[in-house]
C-alpha cells in the first residue's frame, strides 16, 4: 500500500534549521507532485511548497527564501530544507504525493519553533 513517512521535525530555537524528510513507498514516485503542508493549532492546513515531477517548485510567500523543497528520485524522497525558522513556523508538517486525481498524506513530524 502508499505509504508518506516523514521525518526530522523537533524542537529548535528562532533562527535555527531543521530538513525535513518524506519517503514513500507504493507509488512510482518519480511521476508524481509532492508537496509539504502545515496545519498549525486552531488553524487550517496550508501549503508550504510542491514540487513536481520535473522538479519545478514553488513556495508559500511566508517561506520563501528560507525554505526550499527538493527530491531524490533515487531514494523516493522528498526533502523541504528549513533555514531561519521562526516561531510562527511551529506546525505539524505533512507530506503530500498527488497524480492526477490521486493524493496521498502522511502522518506529519512536529515543528516547533520556540523564541
Known amino acids: 500500500q502508499v505509504q508518506l513517512v516523514e521525518s526530522g521535525g523537533g524542537l529548535v530555537q528562532a533562527g535555527g534549521s531543521l530538513r525535513l524528510s518524506c519517503a514513500a513507498s507504493g507509488i512510482i514516485f518519480s511521476i508524481h507532485a509532492m508537496g509539504w503542508y502545515r496545519q498549525a493549532p486552531g488553524k487550517q492546513r496550508e501549503l508550504v511548497a510542491t514540487i513536481t515531477s520535473s522538479g519545478s517548485t514553488n513556495h508559500a510567500e511566508s517561506v520563501k527564501g528560507r525554505f526550499t523543497i527538493s527530491r531524490d528520485n533515487a531514494k523516493n524522497t522528498v526533502y523541504l530544507q528549513m533555514n531561519s525558522l521562526k516561531p510562527e513556523d511551529t506546525a505539524v508538517y505533512y507530506c503530500?504525493?498527488?497524480?492526477?486525481?490521486?493524493?496521498?498524506w502522511g502522518q506529519g513530524t512536529q515543528v516547533t519553533v520556540s523564541s
Open positions: 503530500n504525493g498527488r497524480y492526477y486525481t490521486n493524493s496521498y
